[in-house]
């Protein structure tokens, strides 16, 4: 089990949370101007990445509030704890593509 | 908010309510035992939730009427009148006397919504939302480790610090009031279970230790 470190309530077992799936997805600018297939993969189609990945969590048993969280998908090492609206805090790192901010399915896998 | 005005005798109205518990209010004294571990219910507290910034006027005016609002996760505030848990950055439950309640005659949810005006955030009545667990004696740290994974070691869970979490898998708030004793908030639809959890988790402490 994972033990998460909530920002308001501090470390906690992963049972008192709930996945909120991939962080960074931006609403589009302007919906009634995108494709039937833009809008699916803006829906639809999630990163699915081995290594660091953003993600949200809810601490739903607890304080009921949103946060970030960078997790490794392979080792669960949790790297990162973070607020909503902030940037990923490994953004500025070369190695590290996150073109998915913005297009889900334009980031390289 | 629906009305909930004083109804013509008061009485009645008391003696036509069941506790989300009261059915297990004669095995929760059976279960008991004496001088190591205690449960038992008290029922009809109320409770109003509130969500308000606490750093806005209107967390001001509603932080008079409740005696502050806790700053963090775990803090209570409040006096003798009433109890302000903290269940979120910007979301508190107010627990007090049954009596404190508008239909007996009290006014604390009229002045917490008067209190609120017209500003954001919300007062609401929830008294029937959650029952109250009192468990107490020397053995009920142990019983509630059998299903709770926070650290209840009286380090790092002091008298006076109410959390939200898990007991026996049923989300509840757990208030440690004094060095030996725990509230513990179920909402109505789980004290069922819990009452049956708790008392199925004190069985042991019946028998005579097993050296």
């Not at chain 2, 029922?43 to 910034?53: A, C, E, K, S, Y």
Request: contains cysteine; proline residues 7%.
């Amino acid at each position: 089990m994972l033990l998460i470190s909530c920002p308001n309530c501090g470390p906690r077992d992963e049972t008192e949370f709930h996945y909120g799936g991939q962080a960074h997805v931006a609403y589009p600018e302007n919906p009634d101007a995108l494709t039937d297939r833009q809008w699916a993969e803006y829906l639809f189609y999630r990163d699915n990445t081995k290594g660091a990945f953003a993600e949200r969590w809810v601490h739903s048993t607890g304080c009921r509030q949103w946060f970030n969280m960078l997790r490794d998908t392979v080792s669960y090492d949790i790297q990162a704890i973070y607020k909503m609206g902030q940037p990923r805090p490994d953004m500025e790192r070369a190695d590290v593509n996150t073109s998915a901010a913005t297009t889900p399915e334009g980031a390289t896998k | 908010m629906a009305e909930t005005a004083t109804p013509a005798n008061p009485e009645t109205l008391r003696a036509a309510r069941r506790s989300p518990a009261s059915h297990l209010a004669p095995t929760f004294e059976s279960g008991s035992v004496a001088g190591t571990v205690a449960l038992k219910e008290i029922p009809f507290q109320t409770m109003v939730g509130i969500r308000v910034d606490r750093n806005s006027d209107a967390g001001a005016r509603l932080a008079s009427v409740t005696g502050g609002l806790p700053v963090a996760c775990g803090e209570i505030s409040g006096d003798e009148r009433a109890t302000t848990l903290w269940l979120g950055p910007d979301e508190f439950l107010v627990v007090a006397p049954e009596s404190a309640h508008d239909s007996l005659g009290g006014d604390l949810v009229r002045a917490l919504v008067e209190a609120l005006g017209d500003d954001p955030g919300q007062v609401v009545d929830l008294s029937a939302n959650r029952t109250t667990f009192e468990l107490s004696g020397i053995r009920a740290r142990d019983v509630l480790e059998k299903g709770c994974s926070l650290d209840l070691h009286p380090r790092a869970f002091r008298a006076g610090t109410a959390l939200a979490t898990e007991i026996g898998n049923i989300p509840a708030m757990l208030f440690k009031t004094g060095e030996d004793s725990f509230r513990i908030f179920p909402r109505a639809s789980f004290a069922d279970f819990l009452g049956r959890w708790l008392l199925d988790s004190m069985r042991e402490y019946a028998s005579p230790e097993v050296p």
